[in-house]
């Protein structure tokens, strides 16, 4: 299917249910510490819960939730001015069963509640299986950089991708990416 097509489909059908699962985290209305544990075990609207937090240990959430709730990293979270400083502060947490992609999703979360988004597309799971196919990436490639120098954590500036996606922001293009994925094409 043509590239332009699958980015119509996602604005048309899927972007805005993305934006939907943050619409809570924007609101002031809760005070931080309601929003830290709801990104922490990944609250949509509706008070279901996301489909990936949900498959992870109650311990675990439990942990991560605890950690973050110290005011010194509540303090931390305030002081952040862009979304990799947020995702700085929850990376540095650290605890097994929490990895990339839950750390991202908090992160991206929280940034929604602090008007902060990434302005690189983070790839883990579906999102880099999308963009390998996409882009024809292999592990060495150039393009690919790591947060922290973790290469559980990497990315690609946005300026990677294709015309087509350039109007989407980072977020919308990593969640792009894992949703459209089984459609995606190799380019050359």
């Known amino acids: 299917m043509i590239l332009s097509t699958l980015v119509n489909q996602y604005e ?3 972007a805005s249910y993305e934006e939907w699962k943050l619409s809570d985290f924007r609101s002031k209305y809760k005070k931080i510490e ?3 544990k709801d990104a922490v075990w990944g609250y949509l609207p509706n008070r279901k819960r996301d489909s990936h937090q949900a498959q992870l240990d109650k311990g675990v959430l439990e942990e991560v939730t605890q950690q973050l709730l110290d005011q010194a990293i509540i303090d ?3 002081q952040c001015n862009s979304f990799d400083e947020i995702l700085i502060v929850i ?3 650290k605890i097994k069963g929490f990895g990339a992609l839950s750390v991202y999703d908090t992160a ?3 940034g929604a509640y602090y008007h902060l988004y990434p302005d690189v597309v983070y790839l883990h799971r579906g999102a880099e299986d999308g963009a ?3 882009l024809n990436l292999t592990p060495s490639d150039k393009r690919i950089k790591y947060f922290c120098n973790d290469s559980n954590y990497p990315y690609l500036p946005k ?3 294709p015309i087509e996606l350039q109007n989407l922001t980072a977020h919308h293009i990593e969640n792009f990416l894992c949703r ?3 459609d995606l094409i190799l380019r050359s």
Do not use: C, T, V
């Open 12 to 14: 048309k059908n899927m």
């Open 34 to 36: 309601e929003h830290i």
């Open 76 to 78: 931390q979270l305030n």
């Open 91 to 93: 990376y540095r947490i």
């Open 108 to 110: 991206l979360r929280l």
């Open 132 to 134: 390998k196919r996409l």
């Open 159 to 161: 300026e990677s991708f």
């Open 180 to 182: 459209m994925k089984e």
